[in-house]
T-cell receptor, first 114, second 116 residues
Framework: AQTVTQSQPEMSVQEAETVTLSCTYD???????LFWYKQPPSRQMILVIR??????QNATENRFSVNFQKAAKSFSLKISDSQLGDAAMYFC???????????FGTGTSLTVIP | SAVISQKPSRDICQRGTSLTIQCQVD?????MFWYRQQPGQSLTLIAT?????????ESGFVIDKFPISRPNLTFSTLTVSNMSPEDSSIYLC?????????????FGSGTRLTVV
């Protein structure tokens, strides 16, 4: 089975600064999707950004961008101009191109310091 | 994307009892997924619920403990049976919208279950 590793249980960032959350994964597949989900205290899982493995270009959604290194099986999330509302648990997730199950990392708790 | 209503949002239950969690979607979806998130942990898939067929359970989860219903394309229930304190978790449903693609994956807001 695929595994997703988030090696940073906790991170903090000053408001308006930039922070990068790390994620690595293990797979033998060549086609797949990668995601970053945000889970605030409300528990709602919110999709932040997604990346198709066949695309070389890194995905970007406003202040959120990824650094996708397919050969290294690395998928980091960069949050620019951090805001207080960005404080949450962030989960990296993998989904096979043909399957339906998500494989989640253990999460990184992000604190934004005013 | 789909909008999911999950009920109850939280509950405190006695050991040995059962709780049924409901997941209602505002549009038809092909597949519905039930996840468990134990305290401080990531999400683990319990089972996949398809309309008109038996749910498919992941390793470590059995139908007797977590019976699932999927009577139509907009609704599913998960029952946590004969509960023990180890079942205290957040339970979330997730859906894939009809037509496939990755854009339709949405999660409910979860049910926080505490077993005493």
């Amino acid at each position: 089975a695929q595994t997703v590793t988030q090696s940073q249980p906790e991170m903090s960032v000053q408001e308006a600064e930039t922070v990068t959350l790390s994620c690595t994964y293990d797979t033998s597949e060549s086609d797949y999707y990668l995601f970053w989900y945000k889970q605030p205290p409300s528990r709602q899982m919110i999709l932040v950004i997604r990346q198709e493995a066949y695309k070389q270009q890194n995905a970007t959604e406003n202040r959120f961008s990824v650094n996708f290194q397919k050969a290294a099986k690395s998928f980091s999330l960069k949050i620019s101009d951090s805001q207080l509302g960005d404080a949450a648990m962030y989960f990296c997730a993998y989904r096979s191109y043909t399957g339906n199950q998500f494989y989640f990392g253990t999460g990184t708790s992000l604190t934004v310091i005013p | 994307s789909a909008v999911i209503s999950q009920k109850p949002s939280r509950d405190i239950c006695q050991r040995g009892t059962s709780l049924t969690i409901q997941c209602q979607v505002d549009s038809q979806v092909t597949m519905m997924f039930w996840y468990r998130q134990q305290p401080g942990q990531s999400l683990t898939l319990i089972a996949t619920a398809n309309q008109g067929s038996e749910a498919t359970y992941e390793s470590g989860f059995v139908i007797d403990k977590f019976p699932i219903s999927r009577p139509n394309l907009t609704f599913s229930t998960l029952t946590v049976s004969n509960m023990s304190p180890e079942d205290s978790s957040i339970y979330l449903c997730s859906v894939e919208k009809l037509g496939g693609g990755i854009y339709g994956y949405t999660f409910g807001s979860g049910t926080r279950l505490t077993v005493v």
